[in-house]
């Protein structure tokens, strides 16, 4: 059972940025999604990073300004997100699958909220 954990999430104001992590002991051995869920919307895919470090974008609205990164060293996976827009308040949740596959992620941490504001 992989137990997923995120952190890093907060109040930042337009424009800012914040660095997101999602850890857990065996995390290495897969593919590691980032999605968000914004009050009364759906929840939606935002980066997806594989084993070998390739990365898949399903946001075009986050394109240019997150990025997703992983550090096996660590057991851990990043999304760095700049250039911040209250758009982007949404509770930020990590999951993980054998490989970059939205609709089949098995395991899901609790999440962790961004809010946007000034």
């Known amino acids: 059972q992989l137990q997923l954990v995120e952190s890093g999430g907060g109040l930042v104001q337009p424009g800012g940025s914040l660095r997101l992590s999602c850890t857990a002991s065996g995390l290495n051995y897969y593919a590691i999604g980032w999605f968000r869920q914004a009050p009364g919307k759906e929840r939606e895919g935002v980066l997806c990073i594989g084993t070998s470090g390739g990365s898949t974008n399903y946001a075009d609205s986050v394109r240019g300004r997150f990025t997703i990164s992983r550090d096996n060293a660590k057991n851990t996976v990043y999304l760095q997100m700049n250039s911040l827009k209250p758009e982007d308040t949404a509770v930020y949740y990590c999951?993980?699958?054998?490989?970059?596959?939205?609709?089949?992620?098995?395991?899901w941490g609790k999440g962790t909220l961004v809010t946007v504001s000034a």
């Open positions: 999951a993980a699958h054998p490989f970059c596959a939205p609709r089949r992620m098995n395991y």
